[in-house]
T-cell receptor, first 115, second 112 residues
Framework: NAGVTQTPKFQVLKTGQSMTLQCAQDMNHEYMSWYRQDPGMGLRLIHYSVGAGITDQGEVPNGYNVSRSTTEDFPLRLLSAAPSQTSVYFC??????????????FGDGTRLSIL | DQQVKQNSPSLSVQEGRISILNCDYTNSMFDYFLWYKKYPAEGPTFLISISSIKDKNEDGRFTVFLNKSAKHLSLHIVPSQPGDSAVYFCAATRNRDDKIIFGKGTRLHILP
């Protein structure tokens, strides 16, 4: 009963370091997305994917890269970490973006601090 | 430019009374709306949704009302219970669009 699994749960980075946040789902969902949650800002969409090999930008894509080589995995890469990227990151998946009656399932988040 | 607005950052309600959480949107193309609930240190979980062809949808203690002319929706929780204390996010999308836009959230406190 895994659902959406995010690793790591916590991470501290220094400015300029790079890292990858992992996201995996075991529900054979087509649609996957990454959000960041900041105080007073709600959930903002970073990148999303409607299927393997297809990705697109959301509201706040700068400083992040994604790829979708398999249906199950959707990693988020920080190229050169900046303090402004300190946030809680959520990965989500759903059956298909065309099936609105199948809402998104979220992981429990990765809390990232950039010093 | 915020397309989905939740103007009340927090709301306190007595246990057993009705909780009403409000959400406004600016994009008239939105035609599907969702509410998510989030506890601390957990991811959001889906609560209830409504299509623009309806003006009301009920699921147990939760009812969502949609007023398309006012571009406004509200979530009613009756009766409110302690476990309802959480952050509630309103979200909106267009049919067959590939983005779901969230509001900033409202923190609901249920008082004993």
């Amino acid at each position: 009963n895994a659902g959406v699994t995010q690793t790591p749960k916590f991470q501290v980075l220094k400015t300029g370091q790079s890292m990858t946040l992992q996201c995996a789902q075991d529900m054979n969902h087509e649609y996957m997305s990454w959000y960041r949650q900041d105080p007073g800002m709600g959930l903002r969409l970073i990148h999303y994917s409607v299927g393997a090999g297809i990705t697109d930008q959301g509201e706040v894509p700068n400083g992040y890269n994604v790829s979708r080589s398999t249906t199950e995995d959707f990693p988020l890469r920080l190229l050169s970490a900046a303090p402004s990227q300190t946030s809680v990151y959520f990965c989500a998946s759903s059956y298909s973006f065309t099936r609105l009656d199948q809402p998104q399932h979220f992981g429990d988040g990765t809390r990232l601090s950039i010093l | 430019d915020q397309q989905v607005k939740q103007n009340s950052p927090s709301l306190s309600v007595q246990e057993g009374r009705i909780s009403i959480l409000n959400c406004d949107y600016t994009n008239s193309m939105f035609d599907y709306f969702l509410w998510y609930k989030k506890y601390p240190a957990e991811g959001p979980t889906f609560l209830i949704s409504i299509s623009s062809i309806k003006d009301k949808n009920e699921d147990g203690r939760f009812t969502v009302f949609l007023n398309k002319s006012a571009k406004h929706l509200s979530l009613h929780i009756v009766p409110s219970q302690p476990g309802d204390s959480a952050v509630y996010f309103c979200a909106a999308t267009r049919n067959r669009d590939d983005k779901i836009i969230f509001g900033k959230g409202t923190r609901l406190h249920i008082l004993p």
